[in-house]
């Protein structure tokens, strides 16, 4: 079970580290820019796949860490 716990793991943060930048102008908050940084952006393609594939993936660290607590 530990060796799964940690493939998941090395998969969720190797999947973090690829998605793309949403917050890319989160800058400006401080910055006082008045971009677009609240405007809906929709997820199309291979954005998608990896956004749903880190929440498999968060989800499934998350549910084995439950069992493995008990």
Do not use: P
């Not at 060796?3 to 917050?23: D, E, G």
């Not at 800058?27 to 405007?39: E, K, P, R, V």
């Not at 998608?48 to 498999?56: A, D, G, H, I, P």
């Amino acid at each position: 079970m530990d060796v799964v716990l940690m493939i998941i793991s090395l998969c969720l943060i190797t999947i973090v580290l690829l998605q793309s930048a949403k917050a890319e102008s989160a800058s400006q908050i401080i910055q006082g820019g008045n971009a677009d940084l609240f405007s809906n952006r929709k997820e199309r393609g291979s954005e998608l796949f990896v956004s749903r594939l880190t929440f498999f993936l968060g989800f499934s660290f998350f549910m084995l860490c439950l069992i493995m607590s008990f």
